[in-house]
């Protein structure tokens, strides 16, 4: 009887996409094939201390989901708002890998006019405006300037992530207004490897930058939005 439910509770894990609920499933699997295994006239040694081990490392991880998960739903007031007013909730952050990428970030305050990067140099971090504003210039004018909750950095990011290139920054960033400015900042050399080894906050980063990309380049006209016209007949 246990090796048939735990036989079922295995093809069960299988069609979960919750991965916290695979590992409890699992978890259930592996003790009830351990009751089978050895509740028998001769015990089944070599599977027995397999399934230890693989209990124990489900444990282990459902205990660590588990306690991350809790985490992600209990977040501060401040967090609460950066997820939903910085938009990662609405572009695709899970709780969990919002909570993820923010502590990888260190938070930086960059007094007024201080240059971010000038154009053409090679960017070696990612920053997040928490507060304070920057303006981007252009050959000495000024192009645009940046509010609260926007990213800068994305594209030397985007093109380390997916071509493992660097064509420089485009223009000088540089602090505006009288007052500092406040980010999040992510350092390239540790952000990417992390990225590479977690693919849910990888491809949630990379949907929320090239939404965030794509509505710069309009806002710049660099492209236009398509528009539908209808002809009447």
């Known amino acids: 009887m246990a090796g048939n439910v735990s036989s079922i ?4 894990a299988y069609t979960m996409t919750d991965i916290l609920a695979l590992r409890v ?5 592996t003790t009830l094939a351990l009751l089978f295994q050895y509740y028998r006239k001769v015990p089944l040694w070599i599977p027995i201390r397999w399934n230890v081990v693989l209990l124990l490392i ?3 991880m459902v205990t660590k989901l588990y306690l991350e ?3 992600a739903e209990s977040m501060t007031k401040d967090m609460e708002e950066l997820y939903e007013k910085g938009q990662f909730s609405r572009r695709g ?5 919002f909570l993820r990428l923010h502590d990888l970030a260190e938070v930086v305050t960059l007094p007024p006019n201080q240059v971010m990067v000038r154009q053409g140099e090679h960017k070696e971090s990612l920053h997040f405006l928490l507060e304070g504003s920057v303006r981007i210039d252009k050959h000495g004018k000024t192009v645009a300037r940046l509010g609260k909750y926007k990213f800068i950095g994305e594209v030397s990011l ?3 992530m997916i071509e493992d290139i660097d064509t420089g920054a485009s ?5 505006d207004g009288k007052k500092p400015a406040t980010f999040l900042k992510w350092k390239f050399d540790e952000l990417i490897p992390y990225l590479q080894g977690d693919r849910e906050v990888y491809n949630a ?5 090239n939404h965030d990309l794509t509505a710069k380049l309009l806002r710049d006209g660099v492209v236009q939005r398509a528009t539908t016209t209808t002809k009447r007949s």
């Not at 223009?171 to 602090?175: E, L, N």
């Not at 980063?205 to 930058?209: K, P």
Request: charged share 20%.
């Open 158 to 160: 985007l093109g380390r």
């Open 69 to 71: 998960r809790q985490r």
């Open 9 to 12: 509770l295995v093809l069960a």
């Open 58 to 60: 489900n444990t282990t």
């Open 93 to 97: 952050f899970s709780r969990v890998e």
């Open 171 to 175: 223009a000088d960033v540089i602090v």
């Open 205 to 209: 980063l990379a949907a929320y930058l």
């Open 25 to 29: 499933i699992s978890v259930a699997a």
